[in-house]
């Protein structure tokens, strides 16, 4: 019977303050007061942003769903399914193409024209 051996663990390289010292900060204890800051008021922004992108995908598409099921009239079922598939990509869209996903911390100093 062979024995089972458990797999090795990879071990991730130490640094070595000796050979490979650590870079001095660049920015002040103010500028260090102002990006934190920033991600605070950015972390409400993106949960507020979140929030109104859910409840209008919710409501939008209950309501709709209501009015193709349980809809008497059949010449609104049609623009009661296009209202609901425009108005999910319009909004799930809008939320995802701003930039600001890519910058959790917020605009950096160095980005010109924003």
């Known amino acids: 019977m062979s024995e089972i051996t458990p797999p090795t663990l990879k071990q991730e390289p130490k640094q070595s303050q000796a050979q490979d010292?650590?870079?001095?900060?660049?920015?002040?204890?103010?500028?260090?007061?102002?990006t934190a800051?920033?991600?605070?008021?950015?972390?409400?922004?993106?949960t507020t942003q979140q929030t109104i992108a859910v409840m209008i995908s919710a409501g939008v598409t209950a309501t709709c769903s209501?009015?193709?099921?349980?809809?008497?009239?059949d010449s609104l079922r049609?623009?009661?399914?296009?209202?609901?598939?425009?108005?999910?990509?319009?909004?799930?869209?809008t939320y995802f193409q701003r930039t600001n996903h890519t910058k959790i911390g917020g605009v950096a100093s160095g980005d010109i024209g924003r």
């Open 37 to 46: 800051g920033q991600r605070h008021i950015n972390l409400k922004w993106e």
């Open 78 to 93: 049609i623009p009661a399914f296009m209202l609901v598939s425009n108005a999910f990509f319009l909004v799930i869209g």
């Open 66 to 73: 209501w009015i193709i099921i349980m809809g008497e009239n």
């Open 21 to 34: 010292p650590s870079v001095p900060a660049t920015t002040t204890f103010q500028q260090d007061l102002l």
